[in-house]
């Protein structure tokens, strides 16, 4: 049975490629729908000239998403307010690429974006677990460690137990200790934290709340 917690679950799943955190607790998901198997989701993001490949993607990640709940027959994601909500629109809820929806850009253009935020995502999660002292990457635990295993993955990177336990964003083993290493990391946390606290208080101005869902 599809429910409305069900549904913010899959949706937790979904992460903005730039920031790094799920659209629920940036407030991304303006309300939820069930009606049987049929979802309907909306989005809005902080303004309405966000770029229209961090929108797309995020669209076609939560359409996926909910496709992927047992009992699910009908999605339908719907991007609020933003200046090229109907093309995406029309494209994920048909199933359709970047490329069907911006004729010109090309699929590859899109999934280097996706890798190009994805290693700075890693090296930021990576700073937050540098009090430790592991000998391997199965010595990590925590949320952090967690989300620092799936971004490897995605990437192609090493994320099992016996693994180097931190990597450069190319996935070079790297010390603990380099002290290069430490300042990049620390340097992509503080970008993405001050970019997500300037998110959501666009967020708050544009729509008067912060999350709505």
């Keep these: 049975m599809i429910t409305r917690p069900r549904v913010l679950e899959a ?3 979904v992460y903005d490629p730039e920031l790094d955190e799920p659209i629920t607790t940036l407030g991304f998901v303006g309300s ?30 939560a359409s996926r998403a909910l496709w992927r709940l047992e009992g699910v ?13 109907a093309e995406i629109n029309a494209t994920v809820n048909a199933g359709g690429s970047f490329s069907d929806a911006f004729p010109g850009e090309t699929r590859g253009e ?11 995502a890693l090296l930021a999660r990576q700073s937050r677990l540098l009090s430790e002292v592991p000998r391997r990457l199965g010595d990590l635990h925590g949320p952090e460690a967690d989300r620092c295993r799936e971004l490897r993955r995605a990437l192609g990177i090493d994320a099992s137990d016996e693994a180097a336990p931190f990597v450069t964003g190319d996935g070079v083993p790297v010390d603990a200790t380099d002290v ?13 934290e001050t970019n997500g606290h300037l998110c959501r208080d666009l967020l708050r101005v544009r729509y008067g709340e912060e999350a709505a869902a």
Excluded at 33 to 46: F, N, T
Excluded at 73 to 85: A, Q
Excluded at 110 to 120: G, V
């Design 110 to 120: 899109l999934d280097a974006l996706r890798a190009l935020f994805q290693r700075k």
């Design 180 to 192: 290069r290493f430490r300042r990049m990391a620390s340097m992509t946390a503080l970008s993405l």
């Design 73 to 85: 027959t009908s999605v339908d994601v719907v991007l609020e307010d933003h200046y090229t909500g």
């Design 11 to 13: 949706l937790g799943t």
């Design 32 to 61: 939820v729908a069930v009606d049987g198997g049929s979802v309907a989701v909306r989005l809005r993001l902080p303004t309405p000239q966000c770029a229209p490949n961090f929108a797309f993607l995020m669209a076609a990640d």
